[in-house]
Structure formats: structure tokens, C-alpha cells
């Protein structure tokens, strides 16, 4: 996000009250002006973007030389080998024949199928390990609430018949 910062900024200006607006639209025959609308119904407000020096706006091909110079290609993200498996058991079977070559369906190979059980494994441990902390704490606040002694579960008898259900009463339609 930030190697597309500078080319940007160097091209349009920050748009005004952004977070007034809800939807947003750009027409490729008006580069750089932007329409916004609060809503649906909404009226709609252009902003124009672009920047100009010396009451000369950016030209558009300034701005194509700038994206297509400046940023470098996005760098492809690194492999979870937990989602290639799932992708591959779970969701090539749906995915159309045509689109099944994509390498994301590809199946995984023995040391990515290891990889991706040893972090199931871990984290299904790890989700274990934090039910038992919780189901310790809260049998351990039940033990000091009854070590409390009779005044406590008077307490909280009161509480609980003042929540308790009572019936509902029915008004009688007279004819």
C-alpha cells in the first residue's frame, strides 16, 4: 500500500469529508473526479482529484507514467499450507473443470501435508489448553461463591426469585 502512496499523492489530492459519503463512482471518460453520494437517495457531490500546478491539471498520461514507473509488482503472498490442503480436499471438488488447473487447487505435496497437520494439531491444542483455563476459573469462582457462607446464598436466592418467571396474566375480553 505504501510503494503506491507517493505516486498517488503526487497525482490527486485527499479527497474532502470521505467518510461523509457511502457510495462512490468514477467515469473512465473523467478520470480523477470522483462522484459521492450520503446514501442511495443521496445527492450527489463531485469532487474533482486532481492535482494542478501553476492552474494546470494532471495530465492523464503523467499519471499512467507514474503508476507504470513507479510501483513495483505486488510480490505474491506467502503459502499457508493449511488452506492449500483445505482448498484442495474441501473446495476443488465444486470448483468448474476449467478453472481446476489454477495452482491454488493444486494438491499439496508430503511436506506441506505435514506442515499444515502439525499447525492443526497445535492449534487444536492450544483451543484445548484455553478451554480448560476457563472451565478451571470458572469451577474456582463457584467454589469461593459457596465457601461464602449462608448470607451469599440468602443473596442470591432473593436475586433469583426476583427473576423468576412469573406467570403471565391474561385479560379477559368481555362480551
Not at 32 to 37: E, N, Q, T, W
Not at 155 to 167: N, V, Y
Request: glycine share 4%; net charge positive.
Amino acid at each position: 500500500m505504501k510503494v503506491f502512496r507517493t505516486a498517488v499523492q503526487e497525482a490527486y489530492k485527499d479527497m474532502k469529508s470521505v467518510q461523509s459519503y457511502q457510495i462512490f463512482g468514477m467515469a473512465t471518460d473523467n478520470p480523477g473526479v470522483v462522484s459521492c453520494r450520503a446514501g442511495p437517495d443521496g445527492e450527489v457531490v463531485t469532487q474533482d482529484l486532481r492535482r494542478s500546478f501553476d492552474s494546470i491539471p494532471t495530465s492523464d498520461e503523467k499519471v499512467r507514467d507514474l503508476f507504470e514507473s513507479h510501483p513495483d509488482p505486488l510480490q505474491l503472498p506467502l503459502s499457508n499450507f493449511e488452506k492449500k490442503q483445505q482448498m484442495f480436499n474441501k473446495v476443488r471438488m465444486y470448483v468448474p473443470d476449467e478453472f481446476r488447473s489454477d495452482p491454488i487447487y493444486d494438491a499439496p505435496n508430503d511436506e506441506e501435508e505435514q506442515k499444515a497437520n502439525e499447525a492443526k494439531k497445535a492449534r487444536r491444542k492450544a483451543s484445548a489448553k484455553k478451554k480448560k483455563v476457563a472451565t478451571t476459573a470458572a469451577e474456582a469462582k463457584e467454589t469461593t461463591s459457596a465457601a461464602g457462607g449462608e448470607a451469599g446464598e440468602q443473596e442470591s436466592e432473593a436475586a433469583g426469585a426476583k427473576h423468576a418467571k412469573q406467570p403471565r396474566k391474561r385479560a379477559r375480553k368481555e362480551k
